[in-house]
């Protein structure tokens, strides 16, 4: 079973605009990781946030956590046609195996 | 090889069949993991490996489906009479086993189509 959702699930935007997705789950977990998917391949790690952290920034991505509330959001700033994909959110809560759950994702249109 | 390498990219089965899917790791990635995947889902979790130990198998999702690592590198997923609920993209991913982060790489995927 998925360990939460995100939202929103399909989200289409202009090149240049920026793209938020949230996402949330349902138990503690040790961080938290986003992948993109581009259509028919497999996943690449986009950033991890550990559960200690609130913030994190790598390139034009920043990820926000909120523990509390058991919740992240993904910003992708001054988006590109590129961009165009699913993007997942994955808990690890295994302890030290790696284990991840994914959310159940959000697809990602960029218009040129 | 540079990344992790799945095959067949597809496979389309009949309802009963027997089918083995292989995955080949990152060279020297200690935790392997296979994954299915629903169209329009997230991935979903089915076993894990580390070296050439299954020390979870919590996610398969019947006893149709069997997982090895007999050495510790190339991984094999088998699904035994295969059912149309079979039909997904079978994942596998490998790290490094090592510190927190564990970031996972993933292949390409299987395909698999059951009729």
């Known amino acids: 079973s998925q360990q939460g959702e995100e939202d929103p699930q399909a989200l289409s935007i202009q090149e240049g605009e920026n793209a938020t997705m949230n996402c949330s789950y349902k138990t503690s977990i040790n961080n938290l990781q986003w992948y993109r998917q581009n259509s028919g391949r497999g996943l690449v790690h986009l950033i991890l946030i550990r559960s200690n952290e609130r913030e994190k920034h790598s390139g034009r991505l920043r990820v926000t956590l909120d523990t509390s509330k058991k919740s992240s959001s993904l910003l992708i700033t001054a988006s590109r046609a590129a961009d165009t994909a699913s993007y997942f959110c994955a808990t690890d809560s295994s302890g030290n195996t790696g284990k991840l759950i994914f959310g159940q994702g959000t697809t990602l249109q960029v218009k040129p | ?115």
């Open chain 2, 1 to 115: 090889g540079a990344g992790v390498s799945q095959s067949p990219r597809y496979k389309v089965a009949k309802r009963g069949q027997d089918v083995a899917l292989r995955c080949d790791p990152i060279s020297g990635h200690v935790s392997l993991f296979w994954y299915q995947q629903a169209l329009g889902q997230g991935p979903e979790f089915l076993t894990y490996f580390q070296n050439e130990a299954q020390l979870d198998k919590s996610g398969l999702p019947s006893d149709r489906f069997f997982a090895e690592r007999p050495e510790g590198s190339v991984s094999t997923l088998k699904i035994q009479r295969t059912q149309q609920e079979d039909s997904a993209v079978y994942l596998c991913a490998s790290s490094t086993g090592q510190d927190y982060k564990n970031i996972q790489y993933f292949g390409a995927g299987t395909r698999l189509s059951v009729l």
